[in-house]
């Protein structure tokens, strides 16, 4: 099992390896917008994920020849702080590199004081806040029905008192759900008492769970911007463009899945490609044969089968 992936390019994190803290898909949310799909296991509940092979897997990477990072990302198919290890893969990252962590989360969690200390050691927290309306947060995120956004933006509001690194905050806008001037005059109140390092505006411009989520245009998430205030930034494309699939290469496909067998949603997570750009391009190794796909608890996955470097891979 591969804990492990990337390094990957991040706009807004550089050269990324991420750590997958979760399994597929443990969340308290199950939000329209999700990449991962839909959430299987809908919790709050905390508990012990493979904490000391995710340690040992790190260890592993970084005493091989490391790449150059720019950031380690805890992440996951989920929820990484129900992961009750994260507190001690931070610590344990910090003993073994001073390349900086950075945590992607919902910030469904922050509320518990015992999360919060756990992310004390990371550089860069990255939460969400969608809205700031409990109607429109029900809608987009689905929390759990016992959840609250109070509770959410007091977690946030705590996180902001008590942590001394770096607070990004992430906001998902979609079509007529979240853009409207009452949803954005609210989030905007929400932002000044929070007052995060960066507020970083995406869109929904990959495949995601429910075809109700719909992406804005460059413009109108630009004008957002403005309308937020200082230190708010556009981090989505707002373009599925093939550009971004051509510039990755057949050969970046057949290293990733030489390490692991992987999905489609997989991969296009990995890669930052949409998902049906990634199955396309699938589709085309599979049937020259340089990948072999399988159907594993009715899951389909990949796998190259190339075992040579894949530096000679030729395009095809
Ligand atoms: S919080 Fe993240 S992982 Fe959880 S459902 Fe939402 S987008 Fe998916």
């Not at 492990?4 to 898909?25: E, H, Q």
């Not at 009750?84 to 919902?106: D, F, H, N, Y």
């Not at 991969?267 to 594993?296: N, T």
Request: proline share 6%; aromatic share 6%.
């Amino acid at each position: 099992m591969s804990y492990l992936f990337g390094p990957v390019p991040s706009r807004r994190l550089g050269r990324s390896l991420g750590v997958d803290l979760i399994p597929r898909k443990s969340c308290p949310y199950d939000c329209l917008y999700c990449e991962v799909g839909p959430t299987t296991h809908q919790t709050l509940e905390r508990r012990e994920y493979h904490t000391q092979a995710i340690i040992q897997e790190l260890q592993d990477y970084l005493r091989g020849p490391a790449a150059e990072l720019d950031f380690i990302t805890l992440a996951g198919s989920g929820e990484p702080t129900l992961n009750l290890g994260i507190g001690r893969i931070i610590r344990a990252i910090k003993e073994m590199t001073a390349t900086p962590v950075a945590v992607l989360t919902s910030g469904a969690l922050l509320y518990l004081p015992e999360v919060r200390l756990e992310l004390a050691a990371a550089d860069v927290i990255l939460p969400s806040l969608d809205s700031a309306i409990e109607e429109t947060w029900r809608a987009i995120n689905r929390p759990l029905p016992e959840m609250s956004l109070a509770q959410i933006i007091s977690g946030l509001e705590a996180l902001r008192r008590e942590y001394q690194g770096r607070i990004w905050l992430e906001i998902m806008i979609l079509k007529g759900l979240n853009d409207t001037e009452e949803e954005l005059d609210a989030l905007r109140r929400v932002i000044q008492k929070l007052a995060p390092d960066k507020v970083q505006l995406n869109t929904a411009v990959r495949p995601v769970v429910e075809d109700v989520a719909q992406p804005l245009s460059l413009e109108e998430m630009q004008a957002i911007a403005v309308f937020l205030g200082e230190g708010a930034e556009v981090i989505a494309s707002c373009s599925r463009t093939a550009k971004a699939e051509a510039a990755v290469s057949d050969a970046r496909f057949l290293e990733m899945l030489a390490r692991r067998p992987m999905t489609a949603p997989d991969l296009a997570q990995v890669l930052g490609l949409p998902l049906d750009l990634v199955q396309q391009r699938l589709k085309r190794l599979c049937e020259s044969g340089l990948v072999a796909h399988s159907l594993y608890q009715d899951q389909g996955f990949y796998r190259s089968q190339l075992h040579a470097s894949v530096d000679s891979v030729p395009q095809i």
